[in-house]
T-cell receptor
C-alpha cells in the first residue's frame, strides 16, 4: 500500500515571499503520478500541479513548481511570489498508473498555509 | 464547461437512517471517484466508477455503496448511519481511462449525523 506523508501541519509566509511545502511518499510501484491539490476555506478542492513519475523534468505551473526526487521519494511544492489567495490547505496526493488502482488518490494529511499581508 | 456538481450541499440525518448523495461529473468525463474527508482520518477513498462499473473500492464497510448511471452521474448511499459517518463527502471526475489522470473535485456534501 502507498503512503503519503506531509510533515508540516502548518506553515506561514509573508505576501510576495517564497514558501516550500514538503511531501514524501512510499511505494513499490515504478509508474505513478503525484499531485498537489489546494483546498481553500470554501472547501472546493483545486488541482495545483501534476507530475508523472517517468518524467525527470520538474513540473511548473506559473508561480507553482515542484522538486521531484524519485530516488528519495520526495515531492515538494514551491510557491513563489505568495499571494493572499494562496491561503489554503494543501494536499499532496499519489496515484498508481493503471493496474487495480483506478481512480484512487492517496492523500497526505495536508499542510495549512497562511499568507500574511 | 461546468464543473463537478454535488447535491445536496448540506444534509442532517439521524442515526440509523440512510442517505443518498449525488454527483454530476464534468461533461465528457466517464470516471467518478468518491472520498470521505474528516478531521481525524483526512481524505479517504471510498470507490470509483467507470462506465457504470465499480472498478475500485476503499476500505469502508458494506453500508457504503454507490452506482453510476449511463450518463456518468453517480450516487453514493450510506445505510444505517452512524455518528462517525459525519463528514464532507467529495466526488471527483476524470476523463478515464488513460491520460490524463488528474481528478476534478466537486464542492462536496457536508453530512451531519445526529
Amino acid at each position: 500500500a502507498q503512503t503519503v506523508t506531509q510533515s508540516q501541519p502548518e506553515m506561514s509566509v509573508q505576501e510576495a515571499e517564497t514558501v516550500t511545502l514538503s511531501c514524501t511518499y512510499d511505494t513499490s510501484e515504478s509508474n505513478y503520478y503525484l499531485f498537489w491539490y489546494k483546498q481553500p476555506p470554501s472547501r472546493q478542492m483545486i488541482l495545483v500541479i501534476r507530475q508523472e513519475a517517468y518524467k525527470q523534468q520538474n513540473a511548473t505551473e506559473n508561480r507553482f513548481s515542484v522538486n521531484f526526487q524519485k530516488a528519495a521519494k520526495s515531492f515538494s511544492l514551491k510557491i513563489s511570489d505568495s499571494q493572499l489567495g494562496d491561503t489554503a490547505m494543501y494536499f499532496c496526493a499519489f496515484m498508481n498508473a493503471g493496474g487495480t488502482s483506478y481512480g484512487k488518490l492517496t492523500f497526505g494529511q495536508g499542510t495549512i498555509l497562511t499568507v500574511h499581508p | 464547461k461546468a464543473g463537478v456538481t454535488q447535491t445536496p450541499r448540506y444534509l442532517i440525518k439521524t442515526r440509523g437512517q440512510q442517505v443518498t448523495l449525488s454527483c454530476s461529473p464534468i461533461s465528457g468525463h466517464r470516471s467518478v471517484s468518491w472520498y470521505q474527508q474528516t478531521p481525524g482520518q483526512g481524505l479517504q477513498f471510498l470507490f470509483e466508477y467507470f462506465s457504470e462499473t465499480q472498478r475500485n473500492k476503499g476500505n469502508f464497510p458494506g453500508r457504503f455503496s454507490g452506482r453510476q448511471f449511463s450518463n456518468s452521474r453517480s450516487e453514493m448511499n450510506v445505510s444505517t448511519l452512524e455518528l462517525g459517518d459525519s463528514a464532507l463527502y467529495l466526488c471527483a471526475s476524470s476523463p478515464g481511462p488513460g491520460l490524463p489522470y488528474e481528478q476534478y473535485f466537486g464542492p462536496g456534501t457536508r453530512l451531519t449525523v445526529t
